[in-house]
T-cell receptor, first 115, second 118 residues
Framework: AQSVSQHNHHVILSEAASLELGCNYS??????LFWYVQYPGQHLQLLLK????DPLVKGIKGFEAEFIKSKFSFNLRKPSVQWSDTAEYFC?????????????WGLGTSLAVNP | DAGVIQSPRHEVTEMGQEVTLRCKPI?????LFWYRQTMMRGLELLIY????????DSGMPEDRFSAKMPNASFSTLKIQPSEPRDSAVYFC????????????????FGEGSRLTVL
């Protein structure tokens, strides 16, 4: 069965530190890839996505992610985090085959940024 | 644009009672999703609709859960009877139908309904 793995469950960083959150998926076909963010007490919002083209995608608030097809990975990065980046981050994959194109979600990574 | 609207935002009920959660998707979106979020299990897809028709309900926990979408602008998720283990935040999300014109892949989430079953 298809799955999405986020290896880091909890990450604690100090402000200005660099961030990289891992995301791997298991599916050999064409996929669309997403990162969503959920700030404390709020709903999920799209951070960035990859459909096709340049495998390095840039999102809001200085986040970027790189799709490496050979590694089935879509890691999220930010060069310098801020306290306001404290949130839960979810990686999701949509399979581009068949009629059921639901998203498959990772379990999320909780990021705490200390001021 | 009002976004996805869910009600109630908070509900506290007693075990055995019926719970109905409501969702109004973004106008023009033709896919609607119900998710449940808990600390233990993360984000779980319960059911999703395309053009008001249920496509995948494999995530619905059991017969106590039912969902309807009578028209393009309204959906309900019902739990009857409710149990303490149903306590969670229930999110509704909408999008354009995958693969069709207008599909950006983005899901737009509501603020969620926090359910507590005592």
């Amino acid at each position: 069965a298809q799955s999405v793995s986020q290896h880091n469950h909890h990450v604690i960083l100090s402000e200005a530190a660099s961030l990289e959150l891992g995301c791997n998926y298991s599916y050999g076909g064409t996929v669309n890839l997403f990162w969503y963010v959920q700030y404390p007490g709020q709903h999920l919002q799209l951070l960035l996505k990859y459909f096709s083209g340049d495998p390095l995608v840039k999102g809001i608030k200085g986040f970027e992610a790189e799709f490496i097809k050979s590694k089935f990975s879509f890691n999220l990065r930010k060069p310098s985090v801020q306290w306001s980046d404290t949130a839960e981050y979810f990686c999701a994959v949509r399979l581009n085959a068949g009629n059921n194109r639901k998203l498959i979600w990772g379990l999320g990574t909780s990021l705490a940024v200390n001021p | 644009d009002a976004g996805v609207i869910q009600s109630p935002r908070h509900e506290v009920t007693e075990m055995g009672q019926e719970v109905t959660l409501r969702c109004k998707p973004i106008s023009g979106h033709n896919s609607l999703f119900w998710y449940r979020q808990t600390m233990m299990r993360g984000l779980e897809l319960l059911i999703y609709f395309n053009n008001n028709v249920p496509i995948d309900d494999s995530g619905m926990p059991e017969d106590r859960f039912s969902a309807k979408m009578p028209n393009a602008s309204f959906s309900t998720l019902k739990i009857q009877p409710s149990e303490p283990r149903d306590s969670a935040v229930y999110f509704c999300a909408s999008s354009f139908r995958p693969g069709l014109a207008g599909d950006t892949g983005e899901l737009f989430f509501g603020e969620g309904s926090r359910l507590t079953v005592l």
